[in-house]
Nanobody, 125 residues
Framework: VQLQASGGGLVQAGGSLRLSCAAS????????MGWFRQAPGKEREFVAA????????YYADSVKDRFTISRDNAKNTVYLQMNSLKPEDTAVYYCAMVNSAYAYYSSSPRDYLYWGQGTQVTVSS
């Protein structure tokens, strides 16, 4: 399984970015997908997740109402639309796929088996 994340960059506070994560090697539509982030010196933290169908989404409180996770199963891709970005959103963002098909979402990195390489998001004040 390969997950290829893209779309990071440098943006001013209040701006927007859209991250993408293209998956291959598994039947994408069977697996919950998540986005996590890790800032320097901090632990990896949950950002958002979407169920295998895309019908259910889940967010960390810190990004609720600003970020939107979505997926296109026909394109084997999951997205993270990030609006109203803040300097504290600066981190490396990782997409991840859970281990088991049709598994309920999890906010724990331990429940995700496959990880993308990460894409840097930097928000300047």
């Amino acid at each position: 399984v390969q997950l290829q994340a893209s779309g990071g960059g440098l943006v001013q506070a209040g701006g927007s970015l859209r991250l993408s994560c293209a998956a291959s090697g598994r039947t994408f539509s069977r697996y919950t997908m998540g986005w996590f982030r890790q800032a320097p010196g901090k632990e990896r933290e949950f950002v958002a997740a979407t169920s295998w169908s895309g019908g259910s989404t889940y967010y960390a409180d810190s990004v609720k109402d600003r970020f939107t996770i979505s997926r296109d199963n026909a394109k084997n891709t999951v997205y993270l639309q990030m609006n109203s970005l803040k300097p504290e959103d600066t981190a490396v963002y990782y997409c991840a796929m859970v281990n088991s098909a049709y598994a309920y979402y999890s906010s724990s990195p331990r429940d995700y088996l496959y990880w993308g390489q990460g894409t840097q998001v930097t928000v300047s004040s």
